[in-house]
């Protein structure tokens, strides 16, 4: 190999590229299978080992874990680098559907590797493309209905009424617009959250109007304060 490439030994085997293009030059087609699936397949199972050694390193911290779907990619970063200075572990999604796929992948890692939790808190978009964020709520929950999960949308009242009567269950939402400090301030503080959960598990309030009722009077009342 070395000879029909000019390069040494060391460059060959540290550039996996370069000794693709190699065996293909002197072995033909026939080498891709018999060579370089074999080594395709151990590098996969080493990508798989950092990736869940990566995983497993922020599951030990106590890092607040973040899964963020934003379609617009400036808001999207915004979130990113903003919560990661303030020390969260955060994951993006470009739409609902992405979003779910992540979550069902970390999902299942954490079942396995006996975690306890998948992500603390999941921020969801409404309006966004293949699945709304209300359709990607509703698909979360039923893989785990105790998550944690944030909309943020300019329409409170309609998002709220959405939930209740798609999920029967009242979510947090925040108001757009608003500043990274105030989704910061929502995520640690976690008091709509209590409210809201006091509610979804409150067995008196039956209906998904009687919740969308309460839920908009305890928003009301924290707005005044």
Request: aromatic share 8%.
């Amino acid at each position: 190999m070395t000879k029909e490439c000019g390069k040494n030994e060391q460059d060959i085997i540290t550039d996996y590229t370069l000794f693709e293009e190699m065996v293909e030059i002197i072995f033909g087609k026939t080498g891709n299978n018999r060579i370089l699936e074999p080594i395709k397949y151990q590098i996969s199972k080493l990508n798989q080992r950092g990736i869940e050694t990566e995983m497993k390193r922020f599951y030990k911290h106590n890092k607040m874990r973040l899964l963020i779907a934003e379609d617009d990619p400036r808001i999207l970063e915004l979130y990113r680098d903003w919560l990661k200075m303030a020390h969260q572990d955060v994951i993006t999604a470009t739409d609902g559907q992405k979003c779910l796929n992540i979550y069902k992948k970390e999902y299942k890692f954490a079942k396995i590797n006996n975690l306890k939790r998948c992500f603390d808190v999941v921020i969801l978009d409404h309006i966004m493309p293949n699945m709304t964020g209300v359709e990607t709520a509703s698909e979360i929950l039923k893989i785990n209905p105790d998550q944690r999960i944030i909309f943020a949308s300019g329409h409170v009242r309609k998002i709220l009424l959405e939930s209740v009567s798609r999920i029967n269950k009242v979510i947090e939402i925040i108001e757009k617009p608003f500043s990274i400090e105030s989704l910061e301030d929502m995520i640690n503080k976690n008091t709509l959250w209590k409210k809201f959960d006091e509610i979804n598990s409150n067995q008196n309030i039956k209906t998904p109007l009687e919740k969308y009722r309460k839920a908009l009077n305890i928003i009301s009342q924290m707005h005044h304060k």
